[in-house]
């Protein structure tokens, strides 16, 4: 690997963590990064998603303050979210390629949806339970789905948590985005567990990707929490529409 491209990995890489502290999608940036450079598709997806978890660490450590109260919570969803992601990460290895490509560009549109109604339908959920603070199944369930697409690809599935955490409890967006970092790092770190284990990592493309998803991690987290919940929403219907236009005709 020349200079250039592990140039081009660590900008990338950079980029990612910033935009997954921030929203999510990051892998839009380094998966097709590391394909362009002859890296092997489901190879560049596990390297990708081994080399995102340190990202997401420093994301979850940027956003520690939003996290206040929020253990007790996270911890149940983060037991679904770790059995969706090994389900995922199963599926990825043992399934046809393109076997989710048909519902995932779907989902991500709904989620897109759900955040550009986040308020109204907040407003309404609280009218009905009081707080809207409790794990139902429907949230279990939904975080569960949300983990099985992140253990296959991961692409776009922070839009997808921030649709279902923003709808189904009554929270700021802040916070939200700050459980959401939490429940994507079980995810990539659930599945990054199955990829060492039984799947070829490129360590050197997952290094790249680990150095500079950190950086980027850090400081897209800085830069997130000091946005308005409204300029954070939009970003993340754009990111969410880039990603399913993506996903469909690329």
């Known amino acids: 690997m020349g200079s250039g491209e592990i140039l081009a990995i660590l900008a990338a890489a950079i980029a990612a963590g910033a935009i997954n502290a921030a929203v999510g999608s990051g892998s839009l ?18 390297s990708n ?3 995102l978890v340190p990202g997401n660490l420093s994301s979850v450590f940027g956003y520690r303050e939003e996290l206040a ?13 770790c059995a969706g992601a090994l389900a995922g990460a199963y599926a990825l290895l043992a399934l046809p390629p393109g076997v989710f490509e048909v519902i995932v560009p779907a989902l991500i549109i ?30 279990f369930a939904g975080v569960f789905v949300a983990g099985v697409y992140g253990g296959y690809f991961g692409a776009a599935q922070g839009v997808l948590v921030i649709g279902l955490l923003g709808v189904l409890l009554t ?11 939490v429940l994507v790092t079980v995810v990539n770190g659930s599945a990054a567990v199955v990829f060492v284990s039984f799947a070829h990592v490129d360590w050197i493309a ?9 950086a980027g991690g850090l400081a897209g987290a800085r830069v997130g929490r ?6 954070l929403r939009m970003l993340v219907v754009v990111i969410g529409v880039i990603a399913a236009v993506k996903l469909i005709f690329f």
Request: hydrophobic share 45%.
């Open 29 to 46: 940036i380094t998966f097709p990064t590391l394909l362009a450079f002859g890296i092997p598709p489901v190879v560049a997806n596990v």
């Open 49 to 51: 998603n081994v080399g």
């Open 69 to 81: 109260g929020q253990r007790g919570r996270l911890v149940r969803l983060g037991v679904a979210s």
């Open 110 to 139: 709904i989620a897109c949806v759900l955040v550009v109604l986040q308020p109204r339908l907040s407003a309404w959920t609280e009218r009905r339970k009081g707080r809207g603070e409790r794990v139902g199944p429907l949230l």
């Open 171 to 181: 929270e700021s967006l802040q916070r939200i985005n700050a459980g959401k970092n």
């Open 206 to 214: 997952a290094g790249l990707v680990a150095a500079g998803s950190t």
């Open 226 to 231: 000091r946005l308005p919940p409204s300029v």
